[in-house]
């Protein structure tokens, strides 16, 4: 990702994939398969520690789309934003690149496992930091009031981490609390979720990237 020269680019191709996932008709006429997907928006802060902490906040734009046969669901997803060093923090701006894709397995009616590749890179004019990681993930979820919205919790865990920078990773965890609002006779839904993610490296020190997500979500069939 370059910053100024069709960054985003990748974003719209994401959200290109998303619309024709959810176009597609002739695949839910066919098989009994259920598509949803939607764009969304988190305020972002990350906190990298070792000899000092260094911080850096800024928005990332993702989308994100999934289908569900019968107790299967695979899920991908896609972000990116340019994050700004806080006051007391040096150093350069970074471009967050992020995407997963995981499989997951319905449990229960209120929960799910399963777990899937997850890759991010941090940008910079000198250079990329890249983690590639294999995650295990449970998800629970419920609802709160009925037929209008449902609570859920997810929580991973990485089987296996690396990175490229600091002596390599140790491992990685992290945590989701949101809540989906139905609109009434529409199939959109409004999301805020509160997401929380460390990943450790081998030298001692971490990167905790946190934010709050805004998602408008589209569920077809």
Do not use: K
């Not at 990116?80 to 449990?107: I, M």
Request: proline share 4%; hydrophobic share 45%; net charge positive.
């Amino acid at each position: 990702m370059t910053r100024g020269r069709g960054g985003f680019r990748p974003l719209a191709a994401a959200l290109g994939l998303a619309t024709a996932l959810l176009g597609a008709g002739s695949l839910a006429a066919q098989f009994p398969v259920s598509l949803s997907g939607g764009a969304e928006i988190t305020t972002a802060r990350l906190a990298r520690t070792g000899a000092l902490e260094r911080v850096w906040t800024g928005p990332v734009m993702g989308a994100r789309g999934s289908a569900t046969f019968r107790r299967f669901t695979l899920e991908g997803l896609y972000g990116q934003g340019s994050l700004t060093p806080e006051a007391g923090t040096l150093g350069d701006g970074e471009d967050l690149v992020d995407g997963a894709l995981q499989l997951r397995f319905q449990v229960r009616p209120w929960i799910s496992v399963g777990g899937g590749p997850h890759l991010r890179a941090y940008v910079t004019p000198a250079g990329s930091s890249r983690w590639v990681r294999f995650e295990g993930r449970a998800r629970a979820e419920g609802e709160i009031v009925n037929g209008i919205a449902f609570a859920h919790f997810e929580g991973w865990y990485a089987f296996g981490a690396s990175t490229n920078v600091q002596g390599g990773g140790s491992g990685a965890q992290g945590g989701e609390a949101g809540l989906t609002v139905l609109l009434p006779r529409t199939p959109f839904a409004l999301a805020l979720a509160y997401t929380a993610d460390r990943a450790n490296f081998a030298n001692g020190g971490s990167e905790f990237l946190e934010g709050v997500r805004f998602s408008v979500v589209f569920a077809g069939r």
